[in-house]
């Protein structure tokens, strides 16, 4: 496979310092890396990528959506209360829970009855930058995607209908209801509409990265800044990893499918019906990855650097026994997954950096009062 490595000058442009737009030349080409990243963005090295990839930069966030604050007040509220579930007793915040990086920090979610869920918990912060929804992409859309869980029999238990009914016959969710939307009755689509308002304001707080990037030359320490580059060159993280969310939004079959085992997981081919997408799963963004383990879609990695490792390794191939000799949907690891050969101190490097995408400072939340 070839590489392809792209230039950042222009197209890092909106995001550059003003100490590398008005500072004077960048280092010379074969001055210390280090100094080449603490001089700006646009004095960085080319990132490197395969020629199949269309990368984008490394960038911070756009800007939170705006959305009415009524509506959105309605499904802070709608999101912390469990009377949404047929239980009664689980709400959204359960399995996304603000002091885990709105997820859960659990390798599968319990649900309805204590039943465990099949995958990973993944964290809702960011998901209004994003398009497909879930591991396997079965949500178009954000607001799509969150009346799924009220309904599904493993977890919420419910149904739209049920949970719009039980908070209509609460007298305190009148008001609110009225506020967003002029009348006190809520229906499932305001249900969906509230909810997804909401979704869209949690956005990661800023970061060290953040900082590094608008010029701040000290936001990162040394290990940091080799894991930066490292991400971005010889570890190629940004096969996957790229642009501001850290993630293509796209679906990749790392070998962790099990197939034909008792742990079997088909990933997106469940939505697609698609071979070549036997086994595939979403790139997680990683702002904040490291306040939202354990990993992976099975939540299997409570180490990252047992992560790391697996890419190191150039992740599982496995190979078809048997009668899977013939089998058209046997799954292949993606290709652009690798060996990479990189020693124990260039991982824990990588490490360190990821740890430089975490929040900076974690704002207080207060989880709002129900209303009766």
Same mark, same amino acid.
């Given at each position: 496979?070839?590489?392809?490595?792209?230039? #950042?000058?222009?197209?890092? &442009?909106?995001?550059?310092?003003?100490?590398?737009?008005?500072?004077?030349? &960048?280092?010379?080409?074969?001055?210390?890396?280090?100094?080449?990243?603490?001089?700006?963005?646009?004095?960085?090295?080319?990132?490197?990528?395969?020629?199949?990839?269309?990368?984008?930069?490394?960038?911070?966030?756009?800007?939170?959506?705006?959305?009415?604050?009524?509506?959105?007040?309605?499904?802070?509220?709608?999101?912390?209360?469990?009377?949404?579930?047929?239980?009664?007793?689980?709400a959204c915040a359960s399995c996304h829970d603000p002091e885990w990086g709105w997820a859960d920090g659990r390798e599968v979610p319990y649900g309805h009855n204590r039943q465990r869920g099949r995958r990973n918990t993944p964290s809702v912060a960011n998901a209004a930058f994003q398009g497909a929804q879930f591991w396997d992409g079965r949500a178009a859309t954000l607001r799509d995607q969150v009346l799924m869980p009220i309904a599904n029999p493993e977890e919420m238990h419910g149904s739209p209908d049920e949970?719009?009914?039980?908070?209509?016959?609460?007298?305190?969710?009148?008001?609110?209801?009225?506020?967003?939307?002029?009348?006190?009755?809520?229906?499932?689509?305001?249900?969906a509409d509230a909810l997804g308002a909401y979704l869209t304001t949690i956005v990661t707080g800023t970061t060290r990265f953040d900082l590094f990037l608008q010029g701040n030359p000290d936001a990162l320490s040394e290990a940091e800044?080799?894991?930066?580059?490292?991400?971005?060159?010889?570890?190629?993280?940004?096969n996957c990893h790229h642009g501001p969310l850290f993630t293509d939004g796209e679906f990749?079959?790392?070998?962790?499918?099990?197939?034909?085992?008792?742990?079997?997981?088909?990933?997106?081919?469940?939505?697609?019906?698609?071979?070549?997408? #036997?086994?595939a799963f979403r790139t997680p963004g990683l702002r904040n990855v490291m306040e939202t383990g354990p990993w992976m879609h099975s939540g299997k990695f409570?180490?990252?650097?047992?992560?790391?490792?697996?890419?190191?390794?150039?992740?599982?191939?496995?190979?078809?026994?048997?009668a899977q000799q013939n089998d058209p949907l046997f799954p292949v690891t993606s290709p652009l997954l690798k060996p990479l050969r990189l020693s124990q101190a260039d991982l824990a490097d990588l490490e360190a950096f990821l740890h430089s995408l975490d929040n900076q400072k974690t704002p207080y939340f207060k989880i709002p009062d129900l209303p009766r």
């Open positions: 496979m070839t590489l392809r490595w792209m230039a #950042v000058g222009v197209l890092l &442009c909106v995001a550059l310092p003003a100490s590398a737009l008005a500072g004077g030349a &960048c280092p010379d080409a074969n001055a210390d890396r280090l100094d080449r990243y603490r001089a700006g963005p646009a004095c960085w090295p080319a990132f490197q990528v395969d020629d199949s990839v269309d990368a984008r930069p490394l960038g911070p966030l756009p800007p939170t959506p705006k959305v009415d604050q009524a509506l959105r007040d309605l499904g802070e509220t709608l999101f912390f209360d469990p009377r949404l579930s047929g239980s009664g007793q689980i949970a719009v009914a039980a908070v209509n016959a609460v007298p305190g969710y009148a008001g609110l209801i009225r506020d967003a939307f002029g009348t006190a009755t809520l229906d499932p689509q305001r249900l800044i080799r894991g930066l580059d490292l991400f971005r060159t010889r570890a190629g993280c940004m990749h079959n790392l070998g962790l499918h099990f197939y034909g085992g008792k742990n079997e997981d088909l990933g997106r081919y469940t939505v697609t019906g698609r071979s070549e997408d #036997v086994g409570g180490k990252m650097h047992g992560v790391l490792s697996i890419y190191n390794a150039g992740g599982p191939r496995p190979r078809p026994k048997g």
